[in-house]
């Protein structure tokens, strides 16, 4: 096992066809009653970033937004019960979608485990259990990595890590899925607001063995931010999961990764210079201006993670993994970090080096 390595050997992505961005932003106007907050909203979405975000909800008739009547939204918010009946229909339909994405870069018979990331619903049968029915995966081995939120993937991809490295012939099918827009929430507070327009549903796949090829996994490590616990959190509530999401958190992140002790786990002995690539997960404009900045990154580096925060916006634990299938997909990638941060205030990731 000593000598025995991880790789993802492919990753793939795929989005619902609705696109809401522009829907969420017409709402949330209608929703401030400040004239000053509301220019200050409209100011902060254009600068967003985001051009796009996706979800598995239809608008209302007429391509209204979602509070429109016909809308999910509508007539009130709807009660965590309906929200999670619609997760249970629409999850394991994108996951499948992704999964079958996948299938078309790299061969998936035998796969003898299954690890499955979401924070964004409950059901039982789990969706793990869902997925491997619907594969037809009777005798593997399932894991559920649960509420875990943005870095969720790093989780689910290090889980993978360590099982194709302590068992020969594994091949594990990792799987993130999250459907962010069944919680909106009713509010005025620009902060809840600003948070809620970040998010986006998407699925991403991932195929990781023991052999040669696509990425090699290596140093995995973990880090909480002191002082920083209620900066990022994620509640159950009667209408839906309530996402605070803290103003201070970039600054935050910004200060940890200007320390020195931060920047010697994160490089592990690799020269600033010897790093290519970054696949930073895209919470946000200005997480990835803070990562930049903390990190001293030449402009450009962080390219991968502003693309898949511009066409697709934040998918929670998923967009890590459209990230790290837009690097793996080219040649010029040789030594790359990924990086994640969320609840906690806590930062997850590994390094990743070309083995084609």
């Known amino acids: 096992m000593a000598d025995r390595r991880a790789y993802i050997n492919a990753v793939a992505g795929v989005v619902p066809e609705h696109d809401v961005h522009r829907l969420f932003i017409d709402w949330a106007e209608g929703q401030v009653e400040d004239p000053r907050m509301r220019r200050l909203f409209m100011r902060m979405a254009e600068r967003s970033g985001i051009e796009h975000r996706w979800s598995v909800l239809e608008p209302a008739p007429g391509g209204r937004p979602h509070n429109q009547e016909g809308g999910f939204y509508h007539p009130a918010m709807p009660p965590t ?35 499955v990331a979401s924070c964004t619903g409950f059901v039982a049968p789990g969706i793990d259990q869902i997925i491997a029915r619907q594969l037809g995966l009777d005798n593997v081995e399932r894991t559920l990595v649960g509420f875990m939120g943005c870095y969720a993937a790093v989780c689910a991809l290090r889980t993978a890590h360590h099982i194709a490295r302590s068992q020969p012939g594994a091949r594990v099918l990792a799987v ?23 998010f986006s549903d998407g699925a991403g796949a991932a195929l990781i063995t023991s052999e040669p090829g696509g990425f090699e996994m290596s140093h995995l490590f973990s880090l909480a931010l002191e002082e920083s616990a209620e900066l990022i959190q994620w509640k159950i509530g009667d209408t839906g999961f309530e996402m605070t999401l803290s103003g201070e958190v970039p600054a935050r992140i910004q200060h940890a990764l200007e320390k020195d002790e931060v920047r010697a786990i994160l490089y592990n002995g690799w020269g600033a210079n010897e790093i290519d690539s970054w696949a930073v997960h895209a919470g946000g404009r200005s997480i990835l201006d803070a990562v930049e900045k903390g990190l001293e990154l030449p402009q450009g580096a962080l390219f991968a993670s502003r693309d898949i925060l511009a066409r697709y916006g934040n998918m929670s634990s998923s967009t890590l993994m459209f990230v790290l299938s837009e690097l793996i997909g080219r040649p010029d990638v040789g030594k790359g970090v990924a990086l994640a941060f969320g609840p906690g205030l806590a930062a997850e990731g590994f390094h990743f080096e070309r083995a084609d």
Request: net charge negative.
């Open 81 to 115: 019960s309906t929200r999670m009946q619609r997760y249970a229909k629409e999850a394991p339909e994108l996951a499948l979608r992704a999964i079958e994405r996948l299938r078309a870069q790299v061969p998936l018979d035998g796969i003898t485990h299954l690890v």
């Open 176 to 198: 993130t899925l999250e459907l962010c827009t069944l919680h909106l929430q009713e509010t005025q507070q620009l902060e809840q607001l600003l948070a809620m327009l970040q």
